[in-house]
């Protein structure tokens, strides 16, 4: 699945750090311009502060804990997703430095969260962007992450599985709200979502590459799970 075509090596260092970023970049242009259309400017939905900060890892943890346990449920479906990343991700990562991911789940936090969580969902929600308990913020919250959902289309299970990851990063910038004062007072603090998703794909990321070395060192193959999810 990963042989080099034509000259393109997917598992080579470079080449696929230049595709990660082209496409984190391009998810972050789409944003920006949706934004600029719509009259919404996400940058003004980030507020830093070293509670923001300390909010957004503390929010990695309960995604921490779901991926471990997805990682080590053998059910049909999750099996079949983590063969699947292992196939697709694992041996590029290997050949990527520890730095090289954590630019890249950087990306992913700061571009996806600007997208989704900075311009669609407040979109979505008009005059109900700071009040969560409003049916126009959860007509948002869900269709945003319908949205974000079909941006990961690995499998059904995974997409669905991304959909409520996006859920709880649409209402965990909540716990620290941009303050009086501010244009956008009482939305979420875009800073907490963005910390938590760049976080956790780091360590996501390391768990697939420390994974897939380990199946290379030992001589093991991906299994190639083909049962439908």
Known sequence: MNDPVEGFDWNNRGTFLRAGIVVELLVLLVGLGLGWLSGINPWRLCHLTPAALAWGLAATGPLVLAFGVTYSVQW?????????LLEMLGRPMVACRWYDLAVLAVLAGVCE???FRGVIQPWMAGGDAAY???TGFGVALIGSNLLFALLHPVTRTYAILVGLVGVYLGVVGLVDPLPVGTRQAGQANLVVPIVAHAVYDFLAFLVIARESRRRMQSGSVVTGIVESD
């Open 76 to 84: 049909t479906p999750l099996r079949r997703i983590r063969e699947l």
């Open 113 to 115: 969260e600007v997208l």
């Open 132 to 134: 969560p308990l409003t």
